[in-house]
T-cell receptor, first 115, second 111 residues
Framework: DTGVSQDPRHKITKRGQNVTFRCDPI?????LYWYRQTLGQGPEFLTY????????KSRLLSDRFSAERPKGSFSTLEIQRTEQGDSAMYLC?????????????FGPGTRLTVT | SQQGEEDPQALSIQEGENATMNCSYK?????LQWYRQNSGRGLVHLIL?????REKHSGRLRVTLDTSKKSSSLLITASRAADTASYFC???????????FGGGTRVLVKP
């Protein structure tokens, strides 16, 4: 069990650019979640997958955001035409279906700064 | 939007003292979980309590849940400097579903 990994750990981009983040869940976990956390706040849910199916999307996930999990393993989160308000920590988590009643295992996060 | 509020928002105590923080939520839940986050890092799961449970212990942690009041508390006994972190409660309407987090309590344990 190597844990959930995220790449990159930090990203600085200019407003208007596109960015893509990657999350590798724990290998046997078929559920994968994305959250966003701004400074001093709790994480807010963005979207989650069971295997390759995207089961739920938050209204926070505007049309500039897209998430994929093409083979039910790693996932990518893309933000197009970034805005300063997108600056936040993007957290990925995974869990096994049916395991431990919903405990989620979080990665270290990707900190995005939009200048 | 977040599920509920945590109280207090910040807490400063001496090493060895107990730390208590509270969480309130708004809708019915399947379970409530507590997570810890060190500055700028990911979240670490501490404990999960199901909606039909009232109290749970794990090491120096004690969690209570009152579904009639839609509230939970986390007690850390005999605190250590290493307990300095932000603590978040999170609720789920069904096992495996998304988590809805509170705003967190920032705990400082002074040596």
């Amino acid at each position: 069990d190597t844990g959930v990994s995220q790449d990159p750990r930090h990203k600085i981009t200019k407003r208007g650019q596109n960015v893509t983040f990657r999350c590798d869940p724990i290998s046997e976990h078929n559920r994968l979640y994305w959250y966003r956390q701004t400074l001093g706040q709790g994480p807010e849910f963005l979207t989650y997958f069971q295997n390759e199916a995207q089961l739920e999307k938050s209204r926070l996930l505007s049309d500039r955001f897209s998430a994929e999990r093409p083979k039910g393993s790693f996932s990518t989160l893309e933000i197009q035409r970034t805005e300063q308000g997108d600056s936040a920590m993007y957290l990925c988590a995974s869990s096994p279906s049916g395991g431990q009643e919903g405990r989620q295992y979080f990665g270290p996060g990707t900190r995005l700064t939009v200048t | 939007s977040q599920q509920g509020e945590e109280d207090p928002q910040a807490l400063s105590i001496q090493e060895g003292e107990n730390a208590t923080m509270n969480c309130s939520y708004k809708t019915s839940i399947n379970n409530l979980q507590w997570y810890r986050q060190n500055s700028g890092r990911g979240l670490v799961h501490l404990i999960l309590i199901r909606s039909n449970e009232r109290e749970k212990h794990s090491g120096r942690l004690r969690v209570t849940l009152d579904t009639s009041k839609k509230s939970s508390s986390l007690l850390i006994t005999a605190s250590r400097a290493a307990d300095t972190a932000s603590y978040f409660c999170a609720t789920s309407k069904a096992a495996g579903n998304k988590l809805t987090f509170g705003g967190g309590t920032r705990v400082l344990v002074k040596p």
